[in-house]
């Protein structure tokens, strides 16, 4: 009887995007028992005819197995198709298999890539730096043989010197590693909490709330963040200023999340424009030894 049920269960496979003709022939076969088993079948209520044929499809299949390789058990599909109580199997004694490895290593690399192209896309890095890396930085020599998914770092120095090329090139190996990225400079991230006073967003066809809290945690909870010019935000209401950089400079801190700075000013000068309090979580987020002045002719003239 469990040999007649699984005559029946070769007879409808599961089809999948790339399943030719060949391959569903060769799925049918594989869960088919051996034809020794296969000839005692008997049944009042299938004709003889079928039972025949099925027992002539066993036969192919050893003839089929009697040429593979020692070991494969795939019939030269690559693979042992899935049926329910058994998963799907690679199989590595035979060409077929490791051909089909490496098809599926390729195809998932590629997808891979490509959710990280997405990514990278949404991240908030301008257009300009989109193609920056550490390995075509030309400050990179500053660092020496940094580990770059180290914890913190603050860049700082003068306009045009490459902090914002080093920084977006940081990202993108915090990106490769798997991590979630933002990039974003600081007077746009205030920009960005002031526009959602009073604000009503449509999201998903249904109405929500974007607030202030949903900014913060944005930038608060992703893994790693890039906050660029900082101290050249407007200064008008420090307290609520300071406020809103403390909850996410501060919360990153807390949470040993690895966030690059890069300013115009020097640690001194920026506390003096963002408070002691924010100041020191930075120096404590980045140690002292990662606190870099970048120096040098403006890249932008070249």
Known sequence: MVALQVLHQGLKPRRSEEMTPELERLRNMQYLPRTGAA?????????????????????????????????????????????????????????????????????????????????????????????CRLSTSPVMEYLGDWDVLSDSWFFWGASGVGKTGLAVGWLYERLQAGDSVLFTTVPDLLGEIKATYGVVARSYDTLSVTGEEDVIQKYLTVDSLVLDDLGAEQIGNEDWLQDRLYRIIGGRHDELRPTVFTSNHNIQATGQRIGERITWRIVESCSKSNIIEITGHNLREE
């Not at 027992?55 to 329910?84: S, V």
């Not at 890539?113 to 990278?120: E, G, L």
Request: proline share 4%.
């Open 39 to 131: 000839a005692y079948i008997k049944s009042d209520w299938l004709p003889a005819v079928w039972i025949d044929n099925q027992l002539k499809r066993c036969q192919e299949r050893d003839a089929i197995q009697a040429t593979r390789p020692e070991g494969c058990f795939c019939l030269g599909a690559g693979k042992l198709f899935a049926r329910m109580g058994v998963a799907e199997e690679i199989c590595y004694s035979c060409p077929e298999g490791w051909a089909l490895y490496h098809h599926e290593k390729t195809k998932k690399e590629g997808l891979k890539a490509d959710r990280y192209s997405k990514a990278w896309e949404r991240c908030g890095v301008p257009k300009r730096f989109l193609e």
